[in-house]
């Protein structure tokens, strides 16, 4: 084949781990989603930021399943949510990892145990296997030995986070979703998080779904930004990009004082 010849082929499609279309959300008489659409493409960190009431948990929560849509379409990993069988939920559970925004720990089970439990419920491995897997994923994330057998209550806030982010990785998956991941963090707590969030990014291949209203976050770990506004996806694109909108919305979060903070220390 000739240069001139590779040069005329079509570039590959990039693959798309997520797909939305024309998702519609209500509660009730209330409409949250109308005609959503939204993708996100393997390697992708995307960030999902919206005002009050726009619905971005009750999107996530559409994505993995946790609400049945009121209509429209939802494909995951290639599977789609309105056809799937068991077997297809278990694959998706064994190649996500998701971190609810207050951690959702097991209150009774000690740190080590809370990042074992994905192992112990979808894995045959043996008891010594598991608990090595789970002090992996403990350091990971930058935990020390002694607080594998501290229970969620003797953690701080942004142990916890850590604790969570650790479980959510537990079956290395592919496709990772965060939940406000910086939420109730002190600045410095959340600047670490955010570190960690890329560095584990780079380093595993991973793809993230992130809902966050952190500009910090936005700035510095994102590679692009959905924004959902008048019940849809206005405009899905880097951060750059989007402080150039006319949205007024989008306009106000990105280029008001907190926007212009948030891009000074980027």
């Known amino acids: 084949m000739t240069a001139a010849h590779r040069k005329s082929l079509p570039a590959a499609q990039p693959e798309r781990l997520i797909e939305v279309r024309g998702l519609l959300s209500q509660f009730g008489d209330r409409t949250i989603h109308e005609g959503l659409d939204l993708d996100l493409e393997r390697g992708e960190v995307l960030g999902v930021v919206g005002g009050s009431g726009t619905g971005k948990t009750v999107l996530l929560n559409s994505i993995i399943g946790l609400k049945e849509p009121e209509g429209g379409a939802?494909?995951?990993?290639?599977?789609d949510r309105a056809t799937m069988t068991t077997a297809d939920e278990a694959d998706i559970e064994r190649?996500?990892?998701?971190?609810?925004?207050?951690?959702?720990?097991?209150?009774s089970l000690s740190v080590i145990d809370n990042v074992a439990s994905p192992l112990v419920e979808h894995t045959g491995l043996s008891v010594d296997v598991i608990r090595e897997l789970a002090e992996m994923k403990i350091a990971m994330v930058g935990l020390k030995p002694e607080a594998h057998h501290l229970k969620p209550a003797e953690l701080s806030g942004g142990m916890r986070k850590r604790v969570g982010l650790a479980r959510a990785l537990a079956l290395d998956p592919e496709l990772l979703f965060l939940d406000e991941p910086t939420a109730g963090l002190d600045p410095i707590a959340a600047a670490a998080f955010d570190d960690l969030i890329r560095q584990l990014s780079n380093d595993l291949g991973l793809t993230v779904f992130m809902i966050t209203h952190d500009l910090d976050s936005l700035y510095a770990i994102t590679d692009k930004v959905a924004v959902v506004a008048d019940k849809r996806i206005v405009a899905k694109a880097p951060v750059q990009e989007l402080e150039q909108s006319d949205h007024p919305w989008i306009r106000e979060y990105f280029l008001g004082p907190r926007g212009r903070a948030g891009k000074k220390t980027a």
């Open 95 to 107: 190649r996500t990892g998701i971190l609810f925004q207050q951690g959702a720990l097991f209150s």
């Open 74 to 79: 939802i494909s995951i990993l290639g599977y």
